[in-house]
């Protein structure tokens, strides 16, 4: 770890991100532009992401998959919208095995028309339905402009594939796995999130309807954290996924797709980041508690490793680390765990080995608010409730921040100046050109139309007109 100091969020956000996920080792650029190399801690964040994920994907019978990584060019070209919506972003092979192919393959950039094609040949009568289909996987999208995490060429992701006998089925399962996201979110990530319908503009490409749940950086920017589709019969109607009803009538089915990406590691750095590196979620963190021994002599060495050796046995069940390093400082230590997110430290001198103690460090609350005594009696019992404070309290001043910089503008001059530091909740009309104009004016976008409404009507921020529901307009990520 270098000694020198993070940039600071106030002075240079950017910077501080991406010096914050290198140091860390959360990520690194790879050889390729755009493209990145996920270091083991990233790694292993991904992964209790995928666990708290996969856990409740099952739960409700979703079942795992693998489709291929190549898709035909022909594939995507059936579906009209989609292919316009990606082509700027595929990657496509057009040589394999030094002859020029006769279809070019596109790496993928998602799975609907693959899927979509297996399902065809899968599905064949309403006993068939539902099918309920995950699969966790990399993709490619040919970004221009790109940052580790947030927007890389090459990312990780898991997408959720299913097809239903009817439209009302399709549309509860897209918002039942929307629900699913933002429990996620919330109670693991410690990251609020706002439930809502993207608009026709925003929307994923041969989408009926996009829901999203969208966060609040720290920077006061948006970010997409996860999204679900309701795709109607566009992409059952382009690959032909039919069944015969019980009436024995051919049917077309209708489809959804969902999906949350290595992109919500981004979400969590910049949801509870400090001055002094990540702060992450107990329930997510790759390792939830370091113990740093303190000692000056071989005689306090020896008694305070017994009594860390017996600490660690007690709290084995947690996500644990030692940090029995000689060569740097307990005052290095520390600063390189803050640095790292650990969400609590323990402390064990030779002061505590003889009061029967250990001394607690909240990396939520820095400096001598976060610090307290334990003993070590019921030390396992102590953990976890520390562990669920700290999960807690960074839910809460995520919550309080956001609604903190969200404003209720009350004219369009209004609106252009709240976008420039914070969400703006407003009335719209739902017209695509008031939509474009503060798009053009702000360079912010409707982030979502929220379920939750005030209800009642009001004039659009942008035009006057007669509105029904409120969005939030932000920049984003």
Known sequence: MSDEKLPLRSENYSEWYNTLVQRAELAD???VRGCMVVRPYGWSLWENIQQALDRRF??????NAAFPLFIPMSFLEK???????????????????GETLEEPLVVRPTSETVIGYMYSKWIKSYRDLPVLINQWANVVRWEMRTRLFLRTLEFFWQEGHTAHATSEEAEAETRRMLDVYADFAINDGAVPVISGRKSEKEKFAGAVNSYTIEAMMGDKRALQSGTSHFLGQNFAKAFNIQYLDPTNTLQYCWTTSWGLSTRFIGAIIMTHGDDQGL?????????????????????????????????????KDFRLKVDDRQEVTPGFKFNDWEMRGVPLRIEIGPKDVEKGSVAFARRDAPGRAGKSFVPRDR???????????????LHEKALAFRKANTHEP?????????????FAFAWWCGRAECEAKVKEDTKATTRCIPFEQPGGEGKCIVCGAQSSEKVIFAKAY
């Open 58 to 63: 099952k739960a409700t019978g979703h079942v």
């Open 29 to 31: 650029y790879a050889p």
């Open 410 to 422: 009350g004219d369009y001059a209004e609106l252009c100046q709240v976008v420039e530091d914070g």
């Open 79 to 97: 579906e009209k919208a989609h292919v316009e919506g990606f082509s700027p972003e595929l990657a496509v092979v057009t040589i394999g095995g």
């Open 379 to 393: 030390l396992a019992q102590r953990v976890a409730e520390m562990l669920q404070t700290i999960q807690t309290s």
């Open 279 to 315: 702060v992450l979620p107990p329930k997510l963190a790759p390792i939830q508690i370091v113990i740093v021994p303190i000692y000056k002599n071989e005689d306090e060495r020896v008694k305070v490793m017994t009594a860390v050796a017996a600490v660690t046995e007690e709290l």
